[in-house]
């Protein structure tokens, strides 16, 4: 399995080394450049690897920018997110090839006037008149605008009263007057600014004239002196036009090019923001930061590590061609992590009393835990021990299976790290609910010691009653009940109505000390990180994963 160790090798990264090595370019400056329209996804994750890194092994650098071109969706607030993601995920790997935090499109709109009057003086622009509708109807046919023959003179004019304020919204755009037949669309004399009355969350309201994606795009990577703009492969079809406007200002080589790739689908997930914001204003999750959600804000909380982020990635590669992540690698990257370096802890997610009928009232012992096997380390830790505990619900039965190891009337099993116990009788309230087991512990069975042949092959956890710390664990499923919930019809009932359990836990008290930034194994029950809704008085956990992937047995089922 590739790590970020490793140098990735890809089409993209031949061409940049090519292009240092005939001396095209003297040094790599790549971009990220997200719209502060909601927050980030795992796909820009890959492309936030893929630029920084390029930067990275190049000895490059990487400019985020926001592309702050459309005022009636973009917010302060999404612009924070995105920058709080992005040095989340960079720190300490690439963050020094940050080539200032952030730039904004908006930064350059009195460049990309400028040079929308060169173009209409050069003839190879005008204002039109049309509505959007009448404009996209005339692209889909081919056909030229009425006004696309308007006086470099007159176009001047009114493109001048569109900035001053003087035209309703949707009453001109500027187009660029390239080939209305032109088999790629994108060049049948695409627009280029239209009227929008809408405050800016930076520029206020200096302006009413807002430059479309391409116009914006491709003059931000000029003005920035990017040498490789690397976009999703939706964006392959604009690249015509890119190089169009770059043509037509006569921008002078070195100068930027576009390079495309394909883009990063998962399964079991949607990657649309349209629809991610659908999710959060319709309440079907808690937030962008819910840790049901991909975004990279609620992968963070879920407990997911920059280091899994940039490994699934890697693994992933940078291809051409189209396709579809398996959920299970990124659930792979995160065990794979964790298994190494999580701290281990007994935790009982939902607890049944055990009581041991033969230990001494009022005793209590400390046994030896292991913290981490796969850390030599890691050392061990003390844990208390005593006559009443508590042990998972789901770890009795009393009338079990064939192959059932766990504990049953008249049965035996270890109590991990402790000792080996059997069920002598179980209570139960007037209901019929077992509320509490009485068992024999075997107080020569402690743990490491030989047990004369004895074969007891079940192996429980458990935590002890009075020292045992109260918690609420929040156990996350995937959010779709289906692969490809974009496959056909309303995404949203896809979703599964299990995605999220909450438990009222015990925990051994090692746990009262836990730290945001590191990650537990809850023995025989997953990884899991500590929530920012924790307090002083009470804990929040979220499961990051589970310790195998139970999902897939579900579908084989």
Not at 332 to 359: C, G
Not at 428 to 452: F, M, Y
């Amino acid at each position: 399995m590739t790590t970020e160790k490793e140098a990735p090798s890809d089409f993209i990264r031949d061409i940049i080394a090519e292009d240092l090595h005939t001396g095209k370019y003297n040094k790599i400056i790549t971009r990220f450049p997200p719209e502060p329209n909601g927050y980030l996804h795992i796909g820009h994750a890959k492309s936030i690897c893929l630029n920084f890194g390029i930067a990275r092994e190049f000895g490059g650098i990487c400019n985020i920018r926001m592309d702050d071109t459309n005022p009636t969706k973009e917010e302060a607030e999404y612009v924070r997110s995105i920058m709080a993601d992005v040095h989340w995920l960079i720190d300490g790997w690439a963050d020094k090839q940050l080539g200032g935090a952030p730039f904004y499109a908006s930064d350059y709109f009195d460049r990309f006037y400028e040079h929308a009057v060169e173009l209409i003086r050069k003839g190879k622009a005008y204002v039109d008149d049309m509505t959007a509708e009448e404009t996209d109807a005339c692209r889909r046919l081919g056909r030229a605008s009425s006004f696309r023959d308007r006086s470099v003179d007159e176009s001047l004019d009114l493109f001048a009263r569109m900035k001053a304020g003087e035209f309703p919204d949707g009453a001109r755009t500027l187009r660029a007057k390239i080939d209305v037949n032109a088999a790629n669309v994108w060049l049948r004399d695409p627009v280029l600014y239209r009227i929008r009355h809408a405050t800016h969350h930076r520029t206020g309201d200096k302006w009413c004239i807002y430059p479309m994606y391409d116009w914006a795009h491709t003059l931000s990577d000029y003005i920035e002196g990017i040498t490789h703009s690397i976009c999703t492969l939706e964006f392959e079809v604009h690249r015509p036009l890119y190089d169009w406007i770059l043509d037509a200002l006569e921008i002078p080589e070195p100068r930027p090019h576009q390079y495309e790739f394909a883009r990063f689908n998962l399964t079991y997930s949607v990657m649309s923001k349209r629809k991610l914001i659908q999710l959060v204003n319709e309440k079907l999750v808690n937030g962008w930061d819910d840790p049901r959600m991909l975004t990279i804000s609620g992968l963070r909380r879920r407990g997911v590590t920059p280091n899994a982020l940039r490994s699934l990635t890697y693994n992933v590669g940078i291809t051409k061609y189209p396709s579809m992540t398996d959920m299970a690698l990124l659930e792979h990257m995160v065990r794979d992590e964790f298994n190494r370096t999580a701290t281990r802890r007994l935790v009982v997610l939902r607890p049944i009393k055990v009581v041991l009928i033969n230990y001494p009232e009022g005793k209590a012992e400390e046994l030896d835990a292991i913290n981490n096997p796969e850390d030599p380390n890691a050392g061990t830790r003390k844990i208390s021990f005593s006559r009443e505990l508590y042990i998972e619900r789901d770890d009795f039965m009393e009338t079990p299976p064939p192959k059932y190891f766990r504990l049953r009337p008249g049965g035996e099993v270890r109590l991990k790290y402790a000792y080996i116990i059997k069920c002598e009788e179980v209570m139960k309230d007037a209901a019929g609910n077992v509320t509490e087991l009485q068992c024999n512990i075997d107080l020569d069975s402690k743990s490491g010691r030989p047990t004369a042949g004895r074969k007891v092959k079940g192996t429980i956890h458990w935590v002890s009653a009075a020292h045992a710390i109260d918690a609420e664990v929040r156990l996350y499923d995937r959010l779709f009940s289906v692969a490809e919930p974009d496959a056909g019809g309303d995404f949203k009932s896809f979703i599964n109505s299990n995605s999220l359990d909450v438990a009222n836990a015990k925990c051994e008290p090692a746990l009262a000390s836990a730290r945001p930034e590191e990650r537990y194994q809850f023995e025989r029950l997953g990884y899991f990180a500590l929530d920012p809704d924790s307090t002083t008085e009470k804990q929040v956990w979220n499961r990051t994963t589970t310790l195998r992937d139970t999902w897939a047995k579900k579908a084989k089922t």
